[in-house]
């Protein structure tokens, strides 16, 4: 079922595309990559002082650019971080090239899931529910139309989430 070059993970904040990701790439064998990890490693620096020191368009554009370079490669599981689809760009270079599933969850279990993270600097301040509601609204569509594929990850533990997906893969 998934014969493009890339397997890619796009989804909300907490929707698992890192631990799920990494299980799902072992499975498939595939090299994992997660892009905001890619990027600390690149910088030297941890996602809220890459927002800090450049903002969240610098962000972007380092994110613009690693997609960029990553999607010229091929046998990579890539975790993507929960904006990377807002760039029209990263949505050309993942359609393209990568097999695109979307990580469904719910607000409630995003807010599980990050429980009292801080490394999510669109969280930092203000309600953490409202604001992943207002992106939900905001950035649904935008996962949805991008999907060759849906995976209900609500509920489901690391390990199981990655079994049935990979099974459908
Ligand atoms: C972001 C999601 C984060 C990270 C950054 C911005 C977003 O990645 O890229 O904090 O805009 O939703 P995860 O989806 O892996 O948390």
Same mark, same amino acid.
């Given at each position: 079922?998934?014969?493009? =070059?890339?397997?890619? %993970?796009?989804?909300?904040? *907490?929707? *698992?595309?890192?631990?799920?990701?990494?299980?799902?790439?072992? #499975? @498939?064998?595939?090299?994992?990559?997660?892009? +905001?990890?890619?990027?600390?490693?690149?910088? $030297?620096?941890?996602? =809220?002082?890459?927002?800090?020191?450049?903002?969240?368009? &610098?962000?972007?554009?380092?994110?613009?650019?690693?997609?960029?370079?990553?999607?010229?490669?091929? *046998?990579?599981?890539?975790?993507?971080? *929960?904006?990377?689809? %807002?760039?029209?760009?990263?949505?050309?270079?993942?359609?393209? #090239? $990568?097999?695109?599933?979307?990580?469904?969850?719910?607000?409630?279990?995003?807010?599980? #899931?990050?429980?009292?993270?801080?490394?999510? =600097? @669109? @969280?930092?301040?203000?309600?953490?529910?409202?604001?992943?509601?207002? @992106?939900?609204?905001?950035? &649904? =569509?935008?996962?949805?139309?991008?999907?060759?594929?849906?995976? +209900?990850? +609500? &509920?489901?533990?690391?390990?199981?989430?990655?079994?049935?997906?990979?099974?459908?893969?």
């Amino acid at each position: 079922m998934n014969p493009a =070059p890339n397997l890619v %993970l796009i989804g909300p904040m *907490g929707a *698992g595309k890192t631990s799920i990701g990494k299980r799902l790439a072992a #499975r @498939l064998g595939l090299a994992f990559v997660d892009c +905001d990890h890619r990027l600390e490693e690149v910088t $030297g620096a941890a996602v =809220p002082l890459i927002f800090e020191c450049e903002g969240e368009a &610098g962000f972007r554009a380092r994110e613009t650019a690693l997609i960029a370079e990553l999607m010229r490669g091929r *046998g990579q599981l890539i975790a993507t971080g *929960g904006g990377a689809v %807002l760039a029209e760009a990263n949505r050309k270079q993942l359609a393209g #090239r $990568g097999f695109v599933v979307h990580l469904q969850v719910s607000v409630a279990q995003q807010i599980e #899931r990050l429980g009292r993270d801080r490394s999510r =600097p @669109l @969280l930092a301040v203000g309600d953490k529910r409202a604001k992943l509601e207002s @992106l939900a609204v905001e950035r &649904g =569509p935008i996962y949805r139309d991008l999907a060759d594929l849906a995976f +209900d990850a +609500d &509920g489901l533990t690391v390990a199981i989430a990655a079994e049935r997906l990979g099974a459908l893969l």
